[in-house]
């Protein structure tokens, strides 16, 4: 009979979570044997040469060995890996850059200029749904961006066939502060509260339905602040809750590593690494990367509903049930979690920011606070209107 068994978590308690255990995560090593298809490792990283195994991914069975060694890399080793030369050819690099350039010219010109929530005014431009927009400023050259085996080969390794694609240009200009750590999508653009109400189950498939990367458009010396990563903290299954915690945070402060990149190259990590972007410390760089966001294919309902059609029927029944006390705020909450829509993705987060933390207000958000409110029906129709308006590409 096993002694002391490891007790079941149901849920986790940033208070709870405990530096000592990961610490002791992170103090792993990559092995050499466990990344045979590397041509190198650097800081527990696996560096993968892809003009030497690009010719490879066409082989049926060499295929499967390879992205069976990426998601292995991602899921229980270091968490991270770069694609040297994932672009044989930067030509389209250079130019997709030169749109990106103009989208952001004209975009500033429209808005009296902007950043984002990630970054203080001034500090970076960010284009959001770069994909879309590349695509719709000229197709031909989106074409050849996306016509790349080596980034269709690592979404397939993490994520399975019939993944989508999405994307966000970031250019960090000289003087550009560092990000703090953090975790990324889903969970990591939760507040900590509703990070915590998740079932620590959810926190452990979360990361497996995203795959975050980043094409270097520019050569990324360490002094241009390439991102930071704490390799193997991916493991720890407590950190959606306990990446804003200042013991955690200082820790990665201390132990992170970056890795230059060159023009072309790509670095693709678990969502749930510990991770921050770099200082731009150079005087001349100015850093720009497209951030690759590749979700899953299974992460979607089975059957198309009219949310908004539903909220605007049932809410002067659900104001009159509340003002008549005849169900209480949890039967109505109830109600309300099985009609409106109640994540905020996806949306157009040029005209749908985020409020009060790194996601915008959800239709099930809004219904509540209408009914705390007692806003109208014609305003509840209204505001929801907009917010689909919003979103809206």
Not at 104 to 115: L, P, R, Y
Not at 188 to 202: C, E, K, M
Not at 319 to 333: D, H, R, Y
């Amino acid at each position: 009979m096993s002694q002391n068994p490891t007790p079941h978590i149901s849920y986790f308690n940033a208070d709870a979570c405990d530096l000592n255990d990961f610490k002791t995560l992170i103090a792993q090593t990559t092995s050499k044997d466990a990344v045979s298809n590397a041509c190198d490792v650097q800081s527990n990283i696996p560096i993968y040469d892809m003009a030497a195994l690009r010719p490879l991914l066409n082989d049926p069975t060499k295929r499967k060995q390879i992205l069976g060694e990426w998601a292995q890399v991602l899921m229980s080793g270091a968490g991270v890996l770069v694609m040297r030369a994932t672009y044989s050819d930067t030509t389209v690099i250079d130019d997709a850059t030169a749109i990106y350039d103009d989208i952001i010219a004209a975009e500033k010109q429209e808005s009296g200029g902007k950043s984002d929530h990630f970054a203080a005014s001034g500090a970076n431009d960010r284009i959001w749904n770069s994909l879309q927009k590349l695509c719709e400023h000229t197709p031909e050259i989106f074409l050849r961006y996306f016509a790349n085996t080596s980034i269709a080969a690592i979404c397939e390794a993490w994520l399975g066939p019939n993944y989508q694609m999405t994307a966000q240009v970031n250019l960090v200009h000289p003087g550009g502060a560092a990000q703090l750590a953090h975790r990324d999508y889903h969970l990591g653009f939760q507040t900590a509260d509703v990070s915590a109400n998740y079932p620590a189950h959810v926190h452990d498939l979360s990361p497996a339905l995203t795959l975050q990367g980043a094409v270097a458009h520019c050569d990324m010396p360490i002094e241009s602040g390439p991102t930071k990563l704490l390799p193997f903290s991916q493991a720890y299954r407590a950190g959606y809750v306990a990446w804003r915690r200042d013991d955690f945070r200082a820790l990665f402060e201390e132990e992170h590593v970056q890795l230059p990149l060159s023009k072309g190259d790509a670095m693709f990590f678990n969502p749930a690494i510990f991770h921050g972007a770099g200082a731009n410390s150079s005087t001349n760089i100015h850093r720009m990367a497209n951030l690759l966001q590749v979700s899953s294919a299974l992460g979607r309902a089975m059957e198309t509903i009219d949310r908004s059609k539903m909220c605007k029927l049932l809410y002067p029944h659900a104001m009159t049930a509340k003002q008549n006390n005849s169900l209480s705020a949890g039967e109505l909450s109830g109600a309300i979690a099985s009609s409106a829509e109640g994540y905020s993705f996806p949306t157009n987060l040029d005209r749908d920011p985020p409020k009060g933390g790194l996601a915008p207000e959800t239709q099930q958000a809004l219904f509540t606070r209408a009914l705390d409110e007692d806003m109208s029906e014609k305003e509840f129709g209204q505001i929801l209107d907009q917010m689909i308006e919003n979103q809206r590409s």
